[in-house]
């Protein structure tokens, strides 16, 4: 944001005005950022503390709590580590092939240093943080214990579905480039689980659920989850997914369904409470076979999220399910590249560093490899090269 606003800076310009809800906290942490990177810019120093103290005596309620103040420290922190690792997307090419090259005194070259750094700077969760998929009977819902959401960033379920329901789901927000939780991050419905899935899709109003691979037919570890015909099918005691229309195009599939609520809430029946149906379109991408890394079509994959994206802007309702395999793998590499190549069309820059890092604050195992980082890049390049002047020429 800093260097969108530099852009607008002139020296015949009067000052920038700075606004928040309540012209204090946040108002106080964005011009200690500012101020301080700077001066680390002019003089290579650092001067939190003195800074703000000379910003109190303007107005008191500037960086109002301990929280904040320890966020610019992160914020400077980081862009002393990190640098600038947005670049103008004319550059994209370019820097491609400078990433390639190996230093000679480290060994790597950048795509492994900067995921490396994305490694060490990733925050991890205790058994604490992820209590909810831990207890004894959420357990069962997990494929991998190990994988198991952060209490503050999993979807709660609010569908009463039986003395035997719980509000969990092995599922966690992402943020996208503009929106926060803009996707919803989960692992292939276990046997005992469709129903629950449905309801993450019902009770957040999601209107696109994107699904990344293709697993073998009558596979036992992947049982089917939505209406393989043309027509309705139970899922748990409260949802019915009717199926409306399909359609089949290179390496994509995709399905529009009817969701179904049944009230069985006793409390809900006697209130009167009516469940709407809800509207939902799946894409199903068939170009991802199990076990690989990366897909075996990118101009597929691309045409995936212009699909999803052209469908979300007739639509809008809440976040973007996507699914894999086991909510880990692949999962990641779309929602970066989305925010992305949301980047790119909106400001014409690229930096895909940021995009991951923020893509594994509430799941660090997204992007799991670095294949599948490097394949970013890759993805994006190819947006650029065959979409971008197409759909700029669209709009």
């Not at 795509?111 to 004894?136: L, S």
């Not at 996208?176 to 689980?193: A, F, N, S």
């Not at 993805?379 to 065959?386: E, I």
Request: glycine letters at 6%; hydrophobic letters at 35%.
């Amino acid at each position: 944001m800093r260097a969108v606003v530099g852009t607008y800076r002139t020296q015949q310009h009067g000052p920038i005005v700075v606004h928040c809800n309540d012209g204090g906290g946040r108002s106080g942490v964005f011009l200690s950022i500012d101020a301080n990177m700077e001066l680390m810019e002019e003089e290579d120093s650092f001067d939190v503390y003195g800074y703000l103290k000379m910003l109190k005596q303007s107005r008191r309620g500037l960086v109002e709590q301990v929280d904040q103040y320890k966020f610019v420290y992160d914020t400077l922190e980081e862009f002393v580590i990190c640098g600038v690792t947005w670049f103008p997307v004319r550059d994209l090419s370019q820097r491609l092939k400078q990433k390639s090259t190996k230093n000679l005194l480290t060994k790597m070259n950048e795509y492994q240093r900067e995921y490396q750094q994305i490694c060490k700077m990733t925050p991890r969760f205790t058994i604490g943080d992820c209590a909810g998929g831990h207890r004894t009977g959420n357990r069962e819902k997990n494929r991998d214990v190990l994988i198991v959401p952060p209490d503050n960033f999993r979807p709660y379920l609010t569908s009463f579905q039986g003395n035997s329901f719980t509000d969990y789901i092995n599922a966690v927000f992402v943020d996208g480039y503009t929106k926060p939780r803009e996707y919803i991050v989960t692992e292939w419905p276990l046997k005992h689980t469709p129903g629950d899935f449905w309801s993450l899709v019902y009770d957040y109003e999601c209107s696109a659920v994107v699904v990344l691979c293709v697993p073998p037919k009558d596979s036992q570890p992947y049982p089917p989850f939505w209406p393989e015909g043309r027509h309705s099918k139970k899922y748990g005691p409260v949802f019915t997914i009717d199926h409306i229309s399909h359609s089949h195009y290179s390496n994509i599939k995709t399905w529009l369904f009817r969701i179904n609520k049944k009230i069985v809430s006793l409390t809900e029946l006697m209130a009167g409470v009516k469940a709407p149906a809800r509207t939902v379109q799946l894409f199903q991408l068939t170009c991802w076979p199990m076990g690989h890394k990366v897909p075996t079509s990118t101009n597929s994959l691309v045409e995936l999220m212009n699909m999803v994206e052209r469908w979300r802007q007739r639509c809008e309702y809440g976040p973007v399910v996507v699914v894999s395999p086991d909510g880990r793998s692949r999962c990641g590499v779309y929602c970066a590249a989305n925010a992305c190549i949301e980047q790119v069309i909106q400001h014409g820059e690229v930096d895909i560093f940021q995009a991951v890092k923020t893509v594994r604050r509430h799941r660090p195992q997204l992007i799991e490899n670095m294949t599948e980082y490097k394949y970013c890049y890759d993805l994006v390049l190819h947006y650029v090269l065959h979409y971008l002047n197409k759909d700029s020429e669209k709009k």
